[in-house]
Nanobody, 114 residues
Framework: VQLQASGGGLVQAGGSLRLSCVAS????????MEWYRQAPGNQRDLVAR???????NYVDSVKGRFTISRDNAKNTVYLQMNSLKPEDTAVYYC?????????WGQGTLVTVSS
């Protein structure tokens, strides 16, 4: 499985971005898909998760602002990010999880200016 993330960029505080992550292969629809982020000097932390059935979970700091979704026909998971804050600045990574199998994408940089 290969994951290709895109959609990052520079945005002012209060703005929006939508990240996309396209997966290769034929296990996307049965995989849990996740978005992580890593700010400079920090560990990589889970931001949002969506199961194969569409159940979602979010870290408290993004609840009400970020929305994770998936399109199984396009093998794509999205992260809609609204009301962005400078503390959301990080490299965002997508990850695919199926049992013990875990695959990472290459990351896309999100920079939020104040």
């Amino acid at each position: 499985v290969q994951l290709q993330a895109s959609g990052g960029g520079l945005v002012q505080a209060g703005g929006s971005l939508r990240l996309s992550c396209v997966a290769s292969g034929n296990i996307f629809r049965i995989s849990v898909m996740e978005w992580y982020r890593q700010a400079p000097g920090n560990q990589r932390d889970l931001v949002a998760r969506i199961t194969s059935s569409g159940d979602t979970n979010y870290v408290d700091s993004v609840k009400g602002r970020f929305t994770i979704s998936r399109d199984n026909a396009k093998n794509t998971v999205y992260l809609q990010m609204n009301s962005l804050k400078p503390e959301d600045t990080a490299v965002y990574y997508c990850r695919s999880v199926l049992g013990p199998m875990k695959y990472w994408g290459q990351g896309t940089l999100v920079t939020v200016s104040s």
